[in-house]
């Protein structure tokens, strides 16, 4: 694992939550990862996930509209994550393994990391050999944000579809990964814009 003093992620924290837009304002963040590790070294695949700054979660697979002050969460695919297909972290949580930016370790090692993260994991009944996915992306990998605004009607219904549909484990490494679970999240809502823009121009 390699690990970061902080100073650095510190900036990048500054930076994303200043993207954390007003209710009039708000978007989805596709989020790129670079890949580390095992599989960074072999294969080259990273992470792929996407932010939601209007949409937080009652539970890691039950989401909700955001109240005042709340942040967002990260949506992405997992693999052998308490067999479940997706699941959804606090934007802080996701990037350091705590609950607020007050809480960010300005320099953090391994043990530290894994002290975090096991707590985390602990605190939403979700603990096995995958879970270090879950949390603490930024002591790990370097990220990169590409922001897509939405609207209050596209945010609910995205809840909508997530929240009754099936949630159940289907990675497949080829075509079924965190990619084409971002990929459907952001086509979904490329798609409701411009059919939104088309009814508007239709309507002028």
Known sequence: MRLRLNLVGFVCLA?????????????????????????????????????????????????????????????????????????????ITYLYAVDSPEDVPLVADEKLVKFLRHNYVESIDINNAASYQLAGSAYDRTSYGFRIATRPEQDDELIRILNSGPNSESYKLLNRNCADFAKQIINSIIQRQSIAASLAISGS
């Open 15 to 91: 930076a994303l939550m200043a993207w954390i837009p007003t209710q009039i304002h708000a978007q989805a963040t596709l989020l790129l990862e670079e890949p580390y590790s095992y599989d960074g070294t072999f294969a080259g695949t990273g992470h792929a996930a996407v932010y939601l700054s209007r949409v937080c979660a009652d539970s890691p697979t039950v989401l909700r509209r955001c109240q005042a002050g709340e942040t967002g969460v990260v949506i992405s695919r997992y693999h052998n994550i308490a067999g479940r297909d997706w699941i959804a972290v606090p934007l």
